[in-house]
């Protein structure tokens, strides 16, 4: 996935380690959730495979590292009976984890990558799931 329009990589502000707080502390999060956490245990089979894959992902996104090898959107796709609710509450509990995290910067820029990864997902989704309707935006938390 392309760098969001937010703003740019900055290896200076966040450590490695810090992004790796950042995925971990999500996903313990996010498999204890009633909604989320069903969905992520049905799909993903190999844990330490998907933190090494999405700590690359987010290095990436954060630190402008070049490791992330993917295709988030058809993997998405593919799911079934996603709803914009279950896409707001992974954005919820992202905030509330860069929120407990106490680094500033790395809340803003991480929120905002957040925010416009969740709304282009949602969208492809509906584009691919539900060709004839018109697509809906997430609402703004």
Known sequence: MNQTPFSMPNPSLYTEEDVAQLVHTFYAKARKDPSLGPIFEAHVIDWDAHF????????????????????PMPKHIALPELTAELFERWL??????TEELGNPNLQQHANAIASFIAGRLWQGYQISNYPDKQPIALRTL
């Open 52 to 71: 090494v894959q999405m700590t690359n992902f987010w290095s990436a996104q954060l630190r402008g590292t070049s490791r992330f090898r993917g295709a």
């Open 92 to 97: 919820q509990i992202f905030r509330q984890t």
